[in-house]
């Protein structure tokens, strides 16, 4: 692959990486804190597992491309695994474009 795509995509992958972490810090915000992931649902519970997973992942891959790409696909795919399996549907809204 050329110089410029490898380029291109480390870039896009950085901005996607931007926005998810942007997105969480204004819910975090929003609701006034961090949410109290225990007193949730298990579901609820199994998805900030794989929320935090993606975000530190997106994190570390400005540093280390493979590392942060396996762990925010991990946590990606569990966020879509539990979220398919409680409600029988993928996620809509902005999630899909983060894959």
């Known amino acids: 692959m050329g110089g410029a795509m ?9 901005l996607a990486a931007l926005v998810l972490v942007g997105i969480v810090a204004a819910i975090v ?3 006034g804190g961090l949410p109290n ?4 649902p298990a ?4 998805e900030f597992v794989g929320l935090f ?6 994190v570390a891959g400005w540093r280390w ?3 942060g790409a ?3 696909i991990a946590g990606f795919g569990l966020f879509l695994g539990t979220e398919l399996i409680v409600n ?12």
């Open 6 to 14: 490898l380029l291109v995509l480390r870039w896009s992958g950085r």
């Open 29 to 31: 915000v929003g609701h």
């Open 37 to 40: 992931v225990l007193g949730q």
């Open 43 to 46: 579901g609820v519970q199994v």
């Open 53 to 58: 997973l993606c975000v530190a992942g997106c």
């Open 65 to 67: 491309q493979v590392p």
């Open 70 to 72: 396996i762990l925010a």
């Open 88 to 99: 029988g549907r993928f996620p809509g809204g902005l999630i899909p474009f983060f894959l």
